[in-house]
């Protein structure tokens, strides 16, 4: 008899494929030595903070020997640290935010979770495109909800409205986009994300009840040659951009997350939503978002980690591929390829990458298999040192 709740015992047997690589790179690692194996497998940034960040902490040490200098603050963040997040994400979102529009918790993944105990009934619904982050189904999960992937569009990877119109029920309570995409790197457009509230604002009046819009945006900040990444808080009442630091300012250790709310939401629904996000964010066991964070936060809001360097791997890594004959899509946003799996089977091809000490996670593991991820949180040396092995695992596929 197993000493966990059954939900769990079985989430440790199917372990996920990220920790699954994590794993079997450990032991390559071991074996032949870091240097010789090309991780590619977590969205773990590895740049530097900017120099803002630094700066933000000196500036607080100053006053880490005061009273109440950590002490518990407001359950949705410091006032003070509201208000800097607000006018920052007003200009960022072309929609006017205010203080009270915005909630501070721990990480993207915290208020996500804060924001899903807060509207979800037990067997409601969230849907999100396949293929999408893992951990969505975990979330949603951990409330009492039913999690469902809607296919997107084969090949382009974007967002399939037929599919998300066939999906919706009255049990729909939340509809989930991610944009730019991991895993895939697609950056919704404008047209995109305008026909999906759209969409929702349709299917919330022919149920009777709002569906709400959760933007998943941590990479917001990561587009490659000027796209738009176009903002869903100026089209729809019952949309929500939930977002973090984790990688515009490569501080996912910090944890350190918000929601913001559509100032088209009427005000008494806005208070009541808000009131219940402090109150989850509190009864979660989060309390208050990190003080340090938000110290850190308030320096270094408008600073952001160097992108051309992301901008140059993302090249590398495209040449890499097209070099050994792989089909992919250029990444638009974020940090990630997703190419094909030569042979169709991404679980054996990701075995025989493994042959090479290539670490990449099965498209199987994003519920999308025949593709494969690569994570390019790494030094440019480490993509172009692969490429042969890269062009091995490929040829051993006709
Ligand atoms: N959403 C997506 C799509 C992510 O890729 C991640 C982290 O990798 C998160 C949310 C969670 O980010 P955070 O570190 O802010 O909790």
Request: hydrophobic share 45%; net charge negative; with cysteine.
């Amino acid at each position: 008899m197993s000493i966990l709740a059954e939900s769990v015992a079985g989430y440790l047997e199917h372990a996920s494929w990220i920790r699954r690589m994590f794993e079997a790179g450990g032991q390559l690692k071991a074996r032949y030595g870091a240097e010789n194996v090309y991780d590619f497998s977590l969205g773990n940034p590895d740049l530097p903070a900017p120099p803002a960040v630094a700066e933000g902490l000196k500036a607080f040490a100053e006053h880490a020997h005061e009273p109440f200098a950590f002490g518990y603050m407001p359950n949705g963040g410091y006032p003070w640290a509201r208000e800097k997040l607000a006018a920052h994400l007003s200009h960022e979102q072309g929609a006017h935010i205010a203080a009270e529009d915005v909630i501070l918790g721990c990480g993207a993944a915290g208020v996500l979770n804060a924001f899903l105990r807060a509207v979800l009934n037990p067997g409601e619904e969230m849907l999100a495109f396949a293929p999408y982050f893992v951990e969505y189904g975990f979330y949603v999960s951990n409330h009492g909800g039913v999690f469902k992937a809607v296919p997107s569009k084969k090949d382009t990877f974007a967002p399939d409205l037929d599919a998300l119109e066939a999906a919706i029920t009255e049990k729909t309570r939340v509809v989930l986009i991610n944009s730019p995409h991991n895993p895939t790197g697609v950056v919704y457009k404008r047209k995109e994300v305008a026909a999906i509230a759209d969409l929702l604002l349709n299917k919330s009046q022919q149920y009777g009840k709002p569906i709400w819009l959760i933007s998943d945006e941590p990479y917001r900040f990561l587009a490659y040659d000027g796209v738009e990444v176009p903002s869903v808080l100026p089209l729809y009442p019952y949309a929500v951009a939930i977002s973090s630091f984790s990688k515009s300012l490569s501080l996912p250790g910090e944890r350190l997350g918000y929601a913001a709310v559509s100032p088209l939401l009427p005000k008494e629904e806005k208070a009541q939503l808000m009131a219940g996000l402090t109150l989850t964010n509190r009864i979660l066991g989060f309390v208050n978002p990190p003080v340090v964070g938000q110290h850190i936060m308030a320096a270094a809001l408008g600073s952001q980690v160097d992108l051309s360097i992301y901008a140059a791997r993302r090249k590398a890594m495209a040449e890499v591929l097209t070099e050994a004959g792989y089909e992919f899509q250029m990444p638009a946003g974020a940090f990630y390829f997703f190419p094909k799996a030569p042979g169709g089977d991404d679980v054996s091809f990701v075995n025989a990458l493994l042959e090479e000490r290539i670490l990449a996670v099965p498209g199987t593991g994003f519920g999308c298999p025949g593709h494969f991820r690569l994570a390019f949180c790494v030094d440019e040396s480490v993509i172009r040192n692969a490429a042969e092995g890269f062009a091995k695992a490929r040829a051993t596929v006709k």
